[in-house]
């Protein structure tokens, strides 16, 4: 019924920067809250950042000042700009999604998760 795909993930150097986008697409009559979450080895997957469709957002602690959280509502997509990375942001990052479906029902997704590694 419907997808999330997230792009953007890759290898990139300490202090550097990465924009990870996620779109959600199939039978969708609207979004709620979109979010990034990541888990790194051998840890639980916690969430990064969190949009809701008015656009307030909200920031883990350890990435509050160097991450922000968009969105595009007509897209339905979002957002994650990294910056300031460190090597402790290596993980996978998941999109998360909210959405109120065609057929009235209103479903959580989940994208594939894209990596990010951050090492010089």
């Known amino acids: 019924q419907v997808q999330l795909v997230e792009s953007g993930g890759g290898l990139v150097q300490p202090g550097g920067s990465l924009r990870l986008s996620c779109v959600a697409s199939?039978?969708?009559?609207?979004?709620?809250?979109m979010g990034w979450y990541r888990q790194a080895p051998g840890k639980q997957r916690e969430s990064v950042a969190v949009?809701?469709?008015?656009?307030?957002?909200n920031y883990a602690n350890s990435v509050k000042g160097r991450f922000t959280i968009s969105r595009d509502n007509a897209k339905n997509t979002v957002y994650l700009q990294m910056n300031s990375l460190k090597p402790e942001d290596t993980a996978v990052y998941y999109c998360?999604?909210?959405?109120?479906?065609?057929?009235?029902?209103?479903?959580?997704?989940w994208g594939q998760g894209t990596q990010v590694i951050v090492s010089s």
């Open positions: 998360n999604a909210d959405i109120f479906l065609l057929s009235g029902g209103r479903r959580t997704y």
């Open positions: 199939g039978s969708i009559f609207s979004t709620n809250a």
């Open positions: 949009i809701l469709s008015g656009g307030s957002t």
